[in-house]
């Protein structure tokens, strides 16, 4: 079983910023990828960022430049520093993690007010 615990979620003002961590625990059978979506209400989920066992990176268009993604092997957790943030960053944040099999987070809610 595998469990991944989020944090860093909240409510700030366009243009601030929110650090939401995530880490997982339990029998990991190594990590391919890890990453962050969002779901808004009335749509559906999106990718943000995620992140590869490697080191390489993929982005959503709306959040190049202003989010990044990264990651401590060593506590397998992962990051997503946002800044710059918008009204239309507001939405719940999954955490997901895929190894041998996918999973996801219980979400965290960002609310970005104007």
Same mark, same amino acid.
């Given at each position: 079983?595998?469990? +991944?615990?989020?944090?860093?979620?909240? +409510?700030?003002?366009?243009?601030?910023? +929110? !650090?939401?961590?995530?880490?997982?625990?339990? !029998?990991?059978?190594?990590?391919? %990828?890890?990453?962050?979506? !969002?779901?808004?209400?009335?749509?559906?989920?999106?990718?943000v960022a995620r992140i590869f066992s490697g080191g390489s990176t993929n982005y959503a268009d709306s959040v190049k430049g202003r989010f990044t993604i990264s990651r401590d092997?060593? @506590?397998?957790?992962?990051?997503?520093?946002?800044?710059?943030? @918008?009204?239309?960053?507001?939405? %719940?944040?999954?955490?997901?993690?895929?190894?041998?099999?996918?999973?996801?987070?219980?979400?965290?809610? %960002?609310? %970005?007010?104007?």
């Open positions: 079983q595998v469990q +991944l615990v989020e944090s860093g979620g909240g +409510l700030v003002q366009a243009g601030g910023s +929110l !650090r939401l961590s995530c880490a997982a625990s339990g !029998r990991l059978f190594g990590i391919n %990828v890890m990453g962050w979506y !969002r779901q808004a209400p009335g749509n559906e989920r999106e990718l092997n060593a @506590k397998n957790t992962v990051y997503l520093q946002m800044n710059s943030l @918008k009204p239309e960053d507001t939405a %719940v944040y999954y955490c997901n993690l895929i190894s041998n099999l996918n999973y996801w987070g219980q979400g965290t809610q %960002v609310t %970005v007010s104007s």
